[in-house]
């Protein structure tokens, strides 16, 4: 089995816990980007997030340091925004063929997971979309305990 670590992350917490992940399955870590970083205030970046959710807005990605034809099984991180997956998320399962993929997905959130697993199944289909797992932070402070996302991370492994 070859695993890959693929995440988005906007203020750090999802790219800690795939940091984490990496570390314990031994997966290779690849970083989704976009072209343009989002600024501002939290205020600014939150409603501007929730006009691109609810757009469908995809916003344009850097190229992936991954070749994903050469993994079998995708461990997928994104925050949730608007209670579904980052816009930049999006992008990638848009123009990305997941056929015959094992997919992992995890999410972080302040508390408001919403429909984000199964928008990740319905943007992958042909892939086998797992269990994922709802990490709650409280600003940058893990509320969900490291033991509950290890417990998942061993699932994989």
């Known amino acids: 089995m070859k695993a890959l670590v693929l995440f988005y992350s906007y203020g750090g917490n999802t790219r800690r816990v795939a940091k984490l992940v990496q570390q314990e399955t031994g997966a290779d870590l690849c970083e989704i980007e976009t072209v343009t970083p989002y600024t501002g205030?939290?205020?600014?970046?939150?409603?501007?997030?929730?006009?691109?959710?609810?757009?469908?807005?995809?916003?344009?990605?850097?190229?992936?340091?991954a070749?994903?034809?050469?993994?079998?099984t995708i461990i997928l991180g994104t925050?949730?925004?608007?209670?579904?997956?980052?816009?930049?998320?999006?992008?990638?399962?848009?123009?990305?063929d997941f056929s015959g993929k094992v997919i992992y997905p995890f999410a972080t959130n302040g508390g408001?997971?919403?429909?984000?697993f199964q928008d990740i199944a319905q943007m992958c289909s042909g892939a086998k979309v797992q269990s994922g797992l709802n990490i709650h932070f409280d600003s940058d402070r893990l509320v969900t305990p490291e033991a509950d996302i290890l417990r998942w991370i061993k699932k994989i492994s």
């Not at 070749?67 to 079998?72: E, F, K, M, R, V």
């Not at 998320?89 to 123009?95: I, N, Q, Y």
């Not at 408001?112 to 984000?116: A, F, Q, S, Y």
């Open 79 to 96: 925050p949730v925004w608007w209670y579904t997956f980052a816009p930049a998320m999006r992008t990638l399962l848009a123009h990305q």
């Open 112 to 116: 408001w997971l919403g429909h984000t």
């Open 67 to 72: 070749d994903l034809s050469q993994y079998d």
């Open 41 to 65: 205030s939290y205020n600014a970046v939150v409603d501007q997030g929730q006009r691109e959710v609810n757009s469908g807005f995809e916003p344009e990605l850097k190229p992936i340091s």
